[in-house]
């Protein structure tokens, strides 16, 4: 059987990486297809060139047996590819409907089926966009006329050069020349990508080039005279301009037809977006599909007032919508609880069913033994491995994930809890607002031990370790940490006490990502000796910790000045990890610390955690994975609309139970009982 | 590099050659940049030098082909670079096309197009040369006049021919100054519009003192007026930074007011209590103990606030990057949440941001009125203020940049004075080049663009180039 979608020996390039090398993959009707991979190895790069947001350096696209090019998302679209991204594309503030339609090219405008004719316009200018001509990426049916208006182009400027030096005032003309030279000789080795002049190709043979055809130049303006050429050559470089000029002219006006043609099918679509939503077929072609795969989705309710799950699948429909027979799902998972994952597979399964594939990207081993048909792992951008759930195991695609043994359970043996480190006492807190966030949680952690706070997200936790940090007003009731009271105060003096954050946004709250790597390692303690001497910043001081730093937390890095953005996530957490534990704390408060994270990184990170518990440091830990709660968590607290509900000792804890309570727990009002406002996130 | 072939490697020859051939190039650039500027100065062998300049050009290349990766320090200026020469070059076609005999000339274009481009490239040629001697100074004049100061001892003819230079960085001062003002609030997350206000305000300081008190011998007189003027700016920058610390104001809507209310009250002040003479809607003149010295005799008029301009770019460069007070400002300005998480105060930093800010500024307005004017008028402040916010972009907010940025400025201000006067060519022109200049670097995606440059990593998403660091 011709499978449905067919990619071989695709490869992608960035500046310095190679995210894709050589790939192949084939997608088969009626299939879930499951990429499992590290956090870059390429996933995402390969799922961005299926959906056209990228193009390919190398390799094809068979769509049924036929090649197809992706040059942007329309094309993907066009083909039945559709993208669930990770982030929602959605307009919080429109209906379901707008949502599903809003972009979309396939209707008919008054009737009339213009869409395929825009098209053809579009690809037809993109093919005689005269840009591509300096790129030397001669591809396509137009190559052979791309080549010759490229020879054409070359000789005219070099025809210009001499000309203006033949006739124009030859001085000024001689110290144009030679500083367009420089300026083009800056741009080559500096900018980047090499700039390509028309007469020369890729590569260092070019400015051979350029040399020959600058000294020429100033010769035959030096022997101008001695060889009686100037009016020869005036005849010919006249001939040539006019001849250029008419040709420019008629490409333009092509141009400016064309284009016009597009502005007022723009414009006629944006006409077609002011009729009411109620006077139009979409929102019953909405319901329709939504019933037609049990989605469930209420095509006339605002976005904004949809809980996430409910989003992605409005994204769902927007993509069955424009009649996608091809869906990508990339981390979808991640944003949701375990009940909405389960119900997302519940889809999944139903759109299987009626013929529709799915290529689905995680880097969680347990969702893809549920629910692929088959696994292919990724790892620094090439295919490493092929797995079919019946046989494979999480520890055995963990290994082929990170290319080693991974131990997926953290090994702990208990230490005897000490003395109580933070004391927490009725906090309540209101958001901006004026919303409750924090309804009175009391709790503390001892030396020695890790407490997890488990909970879906947005029921406090964020406000939670903020409070304790003293990056968050708190409304009433008392924290301490050894008996020093820390309520409001500020958040150098909590840390000031021995106690180290890890923050829940690493990118927001946790680094200057234009900093390099040793400027990061000193953000909290600059101010202190050694890195201080007076109010000079010791340099040596602070990149010697740097070096330090990086080696032992094995941060992955070409070198201690590279500025912190260009780190991967995993990276990035390390060097915060590295910052938080250098120097000697009571508490450590971890907020999400393996978020996004990749299976390398999540163990390295979580054998520190255990590490400094083991030292006799109390830590709390909040996370929205269940699995990293409970496997580092001596006593694991779960949090619900504000309030702590239920505690329980990590030995005596089943997921289950946890679950149940993460959800409000059996007095939820679904069961009858008490009714508890639910605030959308 | 992404979409391009992959370099062939370099020949062999040349690898074997290299360290070779790298002490030959430079002695041959050298020797001809000799000759040129011998034959500049004898006058004899002109007709060499077009043809010894592309000689150089071509080494240069070779030079520079050799030893490409040594090179790479100089990447951050290659947008603000280019950005100057794009404006350049769409300048030349303003220049071009507002030209009269271009215009017509452009009416048979069909029959003629050459005479058309020849007319067009004259005026441009002419524009921009006439820039240059504006700016720079015309090399055979200056030739002409130290062979004279040689030869004769008189100075006066080499002082004139000089006077363009000294001109561009006497105007470049206040730029520099202002520059760094703004420079300085934008490493720290500020956007100071104020720096008009604060430079008025630390010139009419400047001056107050420089008239008012007397009595003093120069060397405490002058640094007390400067110290006024810098005082004034604090404080005016101050007020703007004390608002958003205590009540979140925005600074961009206060220093804009800050600047009317400087206006307003210069202007009154210079129509009432302060007016010298009735009617001259200006203060006295300040004591010769309060004037920034001069370094030579007129027309040069480059006075000692190029020193304060210098130590003020050394200072902001110093303070930034080797004081932990600069690296609490810098992480405020970077990512005020990380700053906040570990620990600094917020409110502190946008004070003293904003105080030194303004102190800038004001030195800018003290050097130009105890250097230059000596009093204080209606239009002091020039618009030197508005053009910083320009600067600092351009320089990338690095004193550094800032001060190459501002010798940009003032050279396209002088010279744009002699391009209107030599070749016709309006005074809008420059300014429209100088707001090209920007467009240019506040869009760095056009410039890249247009020159098909790869788009920079710390400038792509952070998605997209964590990948293959390895994790």
């Known amino acids: 059987m011709t499978p449905i979608l067919e990619i071989r020996n695709i490869s992608k390039r960035f500046p310095g990486v190679l995210a894709n090398d050589k790939v192949s993959f084939s997608l088969q009707k009626g299939e879930v297809l499951a990429f499992l991979g590290e956090n870059g190895a390429g996933k995402t790069t390969l799922m961005n060139m299926l959906y056209g947001l990228y193009t390919p350096d190398e390799g094809d696209i068979y769509l049924n047996g036929q090649r197809i090019d992706i040059e942007s998302p329309n094309d993907a679209i066009s083909h039945g590819i559709g993208m669930v991204h990770q982030h929602f594309m959605l307009v919080p503030v429109m209906s379901v ?53 490229t020879w054409a182009l070359s000789y005219l400027v070099f025809f210009a050069l001499v000309f203006l030096l033949l006739f124009l005032d030859r001085t000024f003309a001689g110290m144009t020349i030679a500083l367009f030279s420089l300026f083009y000789l800056l741009l080559s080795f500096l900018g980047g990508r090499r700039p390509s002049l028309p007469w020369s190709k890729p590569g260092r043979g070019r400015w051979l080039q350029i040399g020959i055809a600058l000294a020429a130049a100033l010769l035959l303006a030096g022997l101008e005279e001695a060889l009686g050429l100037a009016g020869v050559v005036s005849t010919v470089v006249e001939g040539i301009l006019r001849a250029g000029l008419i040709v420019a002219a008629a490409y333009i006006g092509l141009w400016l037809l064309l284009g016009a043609y597009l502005l007022l099918w723009e414009g006629l679509n944006f006409l077609n977006g002011l009729i009411p939503l109620g006077m139009r077929s979409d929102a019953k072609k909405v319901a329709a599909i939504s019933r037609q795969f049990g989605l469930d989705v209420n095509p006339y309710a605002m976005v904004s007032e949809l809980p996430v799950g409910m989003q992605q699948r409005v994204e769902i429909v927007k993509a069955l919508y424009r009649q996608a027979d091809i869906l990508i799902l990339d981390e979808p998972t991640a944003v949701l609880t375990p009940q909405e994952a389960e119900e997302l597979f519940q889809v999944m399964r139903s759109l299987i069913d009626q013929g529709k594939s799915i290529i689905f990207i995680t880097h969680k081993l347990k969702e893809v033994l549920r629910v692929a048909d088959r696994i292919l792992v990724l790892r620094g951008g090439r295919m490493v491995g092929e797995a079919l759930p019946k046989q494979a195991t999480e520890a055995s695609l963990a290994a082929m994930m990170v290319g080693r043994e991974v131990i997926l359970t953290v090994e702990k043996e208990r230490v005897a809890a000490g003395e109580a480190v933070l004391q927490v006492e009725n906090l309540a807190a209101v958001d901006e607002r004026g919303h409750p966030v924090l309804r009175g949680v009391s709790f503390e952690v001892r030396a020695g031990e890790v407490l997890g706070i488990a909970g879906v997200q947005g029921n406090g936790q964020t406000e939670l370790v903020k409070a304790l940090t003293g990056l968050y007003r708190v409304g009433s009731g008392r924290a301490r940490i050894e008996g020093v009271d820390i309520t409001d105060a500020s958040p150098r003096q909590v840390s000031e006490l021995g106690v180290a954050h890890v923050p829940e946004d690493r990118v927001k709250d946790g680094l200057v ?169 | 590099m992404s979409a391009n072939q992959p370099d ?152 004139s021919a000089m006077r363009p230079i000294a001109e561009s960085l006497t105007r470049s001062i206040p730029y520099v100054l202002t520059g760094l003002a703004v420079a300085l609030g934008f490493r720290a ?239 809008e022109i420059t300014s429209i080049i100088q707001a090209m200049v920007i467009i240019f670097i506040a869009a760095p995606a056009i410039v890249r663009s247009l020159y098909r440059l790869d788009i920079r990593r710390d400038e792509m998403e952070p998605a997209t180039i964590t990948r293959g660091w390895g994790s």
Request: aromatic share 8%; charged share 15%.
């Open chain 1, 97 to 149: 409907v707008e949502n599903v339609v809003l972009g979309d090219e396939t209707q008919q405008l008054l009737g009339v089926p213009v869409t395929p004719f825009t098209r053809r316009v579009q690809a037809f200018l993109h093919r005689v966009d005269p840009r591509p001509l300096f790129q030397h990426r001669l591809a396509g049916p137009y190559q052979l006329a791309r080549k010759a208006l």
């Open chain 1, 513 to 681: 990502l234009s900093y390099p790597i040793y400027d990061n390692m000193i953000l909290g303690s600059y101010y202190r000796p050694p890195f201080a001497r007076g109010l000079l910043i010791d340099e040596d001081a602070v990149h010697r910790q740097a070096v330090d730093l990086v080696q032992t937390f094995d941060v992955r890095t070409p070198s201690i000045a590279t500025p912190v953005r260009n780190l991967s996530g995993g990276n990035m957490q390390k060097v915060i990890v590295a910052r938080e534990l250098s120097r000697p704390i009571k508490l450590l408060i971890a907020s999400q610390p393996t978020r996004g994270l990749d299976v390398g990184s999540i163990e390295f990170i979580h054998k520190r955690i255990i590490e400094k518990r083991n030292d006799g440091a109390a830590v709390l830990l909040v996370s929205a994975e269940l699995d990293e709660i409970m496997s580092l968590s001596d006593r694991i607290a779960v949090m619900y609309e504000g309030k702590i509900l239920y505690t329980v000792d990590a030995a005596q804890a089943t997921r289950e139970e946890l679950g149940l309570w993460m959800a409000g727990g059996p007095t939820h009002p679904l069961h009858g009982g008490e009714t508890l406002e639910r605030q959308p996130a």
């Open chain 2, 8 to 159: 062939p490697p370099a020949p062999g020859f040349l690898q074997a050659q290299r360290r070779r051939l790298l002490p030959l190039f430079l002695g041959l650039i050298g020797l001809i940049f000799l000759a040129v500027v011998v034959s500049i100065l004898t006058k004899r062998g002109v007709d060499l030098i077009l043809p010894l300049f592309g000689l150089s050009v071509l080494l240069l290349i070779g030079l520079i082909t050799l030893r490409a990766g040594s090179f790479n320090w100089l990447r951050g200026a290659v947008i603000p670079l280019l950005a100057v020469t794009t404006a350049l070059i769409i300048g030349a076609f303003l220049i071009a096309f507002t030209d009269r005999a271009v215009l017509q000339a452009l009416g048979n274009f069909f029959d003629d197009p050459g005479g058309a481009l020849r007319l067009a490239w004259n005026a441009v040629a002419t524009a921009y040369s006439s820039m240059f001697e504006g700016a720079i100074g015309s090399p055979t004049r200056i030739a002409d006049g130290l062979e004279e100061w040689i030869m004769s001892g008189e100075a006066r003819a080499f002082r």
């Open chain 2, 189 to 427: 997350g500020l956007f100071n519009i104020g720096a008009e206000g604060q430079f008025l305000i630390g010139g009419l300081c400047a001056v107050v003192v420089g008239f008012s008190v007397t009595g003093l011998p120069a060397y405490i007189h002058l640094p007390l007026a400067i110290l006024a003027g810098a005082a004034g700016g604090a404080v005016w920058g101050g007020i703007v930074g004390a608002l958003k610390a205590w009540t979140g104001a925005h600074e961009v809507i206060n220093t804009i007011m800050m600047n009317w209310i400087a206006f307003r009250l210069v202007e009154w002040l210079l129509r009432g209590p302060l007016e010298a003479t009735q009617g001259t809607r200006r203060t006295a003149e300040i004591l010769d103990t309060a004037k920034l010295p001069r370094f030579f005799e007129p027309p040069i008029r480059l006075h000692a606030g190029l020193f304060i301009a210098i130590a003020a770019a050394l200072f902001v460069w110093w303070f930034l990057w080797k004081t932990t007070w600069g690296f609490e400002m810098r992480t405020v300005g970077a990512n005020p949440n990380a700053a906040r998480y570990s620990g600094m105060n917020i409110g502190r930093n946008v004070i003293l941001a904003m105080a030194l800010s303004g102190t800038l500024a004001g030195l800018a307005g003290v050097s130009e009125a105890l250097g230059l004017t000596h009093n204080m008028t209606l239009g002091f402040q020039a618009g030197y203020g508005f053009d910083s916010i320009a600067l600092a972009l351009l320089g990338n907010s690095h004193p550094g940049g800032v001060v190459l940025a501002s010798l940009l400025f003032g050279v396209l201000r002088s010279g744009g004075t002699r391009m209107m006067s030599v070749a016709g060519v309006p005074l």
